[in-house]
């Protein structure tokens, strides 16, 4: 029941239903809306809390907090999740922008094994006989990708962009209805970072891969079914 309460109350918050700076209703209206004790409801105010998107004024009321100044990334699901305005275009822009740096930076550190194990995960994309097998098996390649730069963090910049759109990856499958179409994509991409290719060429092919894959994921998110072409 609190889980209930706390993921009504911060889709609301994220979506905009109530605005930064704004109060939340009083505790007894809230309960009584989600029919919750004012118990249960204290402990899914106290998590919100938590998560820097609420401040409780003991004597005032529960305000709105500006969670673009006060949250952090664990906030990115739940953004994606609650169709936050504008976020999932920010996501994909970031993705693209980082991860060609991260392209970069496992073309020119890749051990052997790493660059091998590129090369089977792309072929998984290639061999991929539903969508949806050809998605993660992508996704896994990003993973590997990640953890070929030898930068611990670039892995759980990885993850979090990643976990992000996989909660809704039904709705963005676009760029991979056709698993010989995706892998023809990722191709180029994954054999000049495992050919260690020059700084200029690796960041040039993963810039347009991300770039074109994300139109195609957030094309597919607002049709509601993807389409990739």
Not at 100 to 123: F, K, P, W
Not at 154 to 183: E, I, S
Not at 219 to 225: C, K, T, V, Y
Request: proline share 5%; aromatic share 4%.
């Amino acid at each position: 029941m609190v889980d209930a309460v706390a993921d009504n109350l911060r889709g609301e918050i994220l979506s905009g239903r109530y605005a930064p700076g704004e109060y939340l209703p009083p505790a007894r209206e809230l309960a009584e809306r989600y029919e919750v004790t004012r118990t249960s409801l204290k402990h899914a105010l106290m998590r919100l809390v938590e998560s820097g998107l609420l401040e409780i004024r003991h004597g005032v009321g529960t305000r709105v907090l500006d969670y673009e100044q006060r949250g952090g990334l664990d906030l990115l699901p739940m953004l994606v999740a609650a169709n936050a305005p504008g976020w999932a275009q920010s996501i994909f822009e970031v993705r693209a922008e980082v991860g060609a740096l991260i392209a970069v930076r496992a073309a020119a550190r890749a051990t052997d094994e790493q660059r091998a194990g590129l090369g089977e995960l792309a072929g998984r994309v290639r061999a991929a006989t539903t969508p949806d097998a050809a998605q993660l098996a992508e996704c896994e390649w990003h993973r590997a990708l990640a953890r070929a730069t030898g930068n611990r963090v670039y892995p759980l910049l990885t993850n979090v962009v990643l976990d992000t759109y996989l909660r809704q990856r039904q709705l963005l499958l676009g760029p991979f209805l056709d698993p010989g179409a995706a892998a023809d994509r990722l191709d180029p991409l994954d054999a000049a970072v495992r050919e260690g290719a020059p700084r200029p060429v690796v960041h040039e092919l993963a810039t347009d891969y991300l770039e074109r894959t994300g139109r195609l994921m957030i094309e597919s998110m607002l049709s509601g079914q993807g389409g990739a072409r």
